[in-house]
């Protein structure tokens, strides 16, 4: 109840600080549990990502240091996100959003770089799918970077791409997970093609 209900909130609380956003390939959407993939740009697409599944609730993983502070603590927990300790994460990282997919039916909202710092794609996401057996989805948020272009009503677009071809008969191993990778990479180049041929991500400088 109360994801739905910050839901609600959220999404007037967009509103009134960007207006309506675009959502193109929302078709690709499937019918089930699954793992939405995305390179990480900002800090609030998560935001606009669990808008976009709606109804279908979603969780996504939270670095442990947000959690020390009670009152976001509470919210994050009844937001259905979880803790992970990014230098030393445990088993939980993987059965956590596991448990998500395969007996409570939410989307993982993940971010295979770690950071918006970051290029290099880790096998997080491959190893969660193979273990839950739910698709990856490709997405990618283009729109502004900053806090003051996203209150400036700044266009925001949300893109969506099919499937990731997964052979969730093989064997997981370095050059399947090398593969997925790949593919995901370049199912988000295509993606960004789509909705601007134009369109140049460059990375924030890290403070």
Known sequence: MFYKVIRVLVRGLVFLLNGHFNVVGKENLPDKPYILVAPHRTWWEPIFFALVIAPRDATFMAKKELFKNPILRYILVHAHAFPVDRVHPGPSA?????????????????????????????????????????????????????????????????????EIDFDFKAKLNDEQTKQVNEDMEQAWKDIDNEIDPSFEYIPPKKK
């Open 94 to 162: 993987i059965k956590t959003p596991v448990k998500a997919l395969k007996k409570e039916g939410r989307v993982l909202i993940m971010f295979p770089s770690g950071t918006r710092y970051s290029e290099e794609l880790k096998g997080g996401a491959s190893l969660i799918a193979k273990l839950s057996k739910a698709p990856l989805v490709p997405f990618v948020y283009q729109g502004p970077l900053t806090f003051g272009g996203l209150m400036m009503h700044k266009q925001i677009t949300v893109g969506i791409g099919p």
